[in-house]
């Protein structure tokens, strides 16, 4: 192959390249386009609903006066005694030190007991006796052991976020090909050597599913023990805003709960995009 072919296939190659980034910048624009689709639809909806009184105002609020209420809550503390920034303060601490926890010490478990045959003998047992028990029976013993500030709520929250965490991680590294493993063997890699690097890269795909599962698990956990028992954060917000028939505050804070879960879904969408990136090579 002489210097003009060589040159040609390097700008064949090239051309491949920008053809392949093009098409998936296309993707991403419409998938964005989509999803903005969606959501003004979902409010115009909403909108319609509200203005044309199909649904009876006690039941559902204007998105407009919802957004107002908003404005308003971040320096009115009434009717829960709380601006809104307390109140999602509150609940983002109880969340994410759950949640934390959960993943450092689930997420290894699951590998651990997914690769180590004997590690799971041992510790199945325990876990199937807890996997079934619902967060939130917890709770009274949790208000009697720990009262009801942080400690004790994200214990709660620990727990529902645990088992995705521990059970996707399990999957995950039990799905290892045999071949990879023994590449690694062939090269003379310890087992352990094989489990560190080439078992759980090959299971942070699922992985990754379980925290988005678990970080979904908490949230759902955390409105439910603040209702219960608290004196700040959305959940309890929530239920003062029941209590004294706001419908908009109830509303609110279900937005906003909604709003804050799609944040923290993007930024472990973006922590596995940095991690997995060598799967796109």
């Known amino acids: 192959m002489n210097l003009s072919e060589k040159k040609t296939q390097a700008l064949t190659n090239e051309e491949r390249v920008a053809l392949v980034q093009r098409q998936r910048r296309q993707l991403r624009n419409r998938d964005l386009v989509l999803a903005v689709s969606g959501v003004v639809l ?3 909806i909403w909108e319609v609903l509200s203005v044309t009184k199909l649904v009876d105002a006690k039941y559902i609020s204007e998105p407009v006066q919802i957004f107002q209420l908003f404005i308003t809550k971040l320096s009115d503390p ?9 109140n999602i303060w509150s609940s983002l601490q109880v969340a994410l030190c759950g949640f934390g926890l959960a993943v450092v010490i689930g997420v290894p478990l699951g590998w651990l007991m997914g690769w180590y045959r004997g590690f799971d003998s041992f510790m199945r047992p325990i876990f199937e006796i807890i996997r079934p028990i619902p967060p939130v029976s917890w709770i009274p013993l949790t208000i009697v052991w720990m ?8 214990f709660i929250v620990f727990f529902a976020a645990f088992v995705p965490c521990l059970i996707n991680s399990y999957t995950g590294i039990r799905q290892t090909k045999e071949v990879l493993k023994n590449v690694g ?11 560190w690097k080439v078992g759980i890269p090959s299971s942070m795909t699922m ?7 678990a970080i979904g698990n908490a949230w759902a956990t955390l409105v439910a023990a ?16 029941r209590s004294y028939g ?3 505050i109830v509303i609110l804070g279900i937005v906003v709960i909604g709003v804050i879960g799609v944040i923290i879904t993007a930024l472990i969408n973006l922590l596995e995009n940095k991690i997995l990136g060598w799967k796109k090579l």
Not at 185 to 195: C, H, N
Not at 207 to 213: D, L, R
Not at 226 to 240: D, K
Request: aromatic letters at 14%; glycine letters at 14%.
């Open 226 to 241: 603040e209702m219960l028992a608290s004196s700040s954060g959305l959940g309890y917000m929530i239920l003062m805003g």
């Open 246 to 248: 706001r419908v908009d």
């Open 147 to 154: 009262g009801i500030g942080l400690q004790a709520k994200a």
């Open 78 to 86: 009434n009717p829960d005694g709380a601006v809104l920034a307390v």
């Open 42 to 44: 979902f409010f115009v």
């Open 207 to 213: 992985t990754f599913a379980g925290i988005k599962v």
């Open 185 to 195: 063997k062939t090269f003379g890699a310890s087992y352990f050597t094989v489990f």
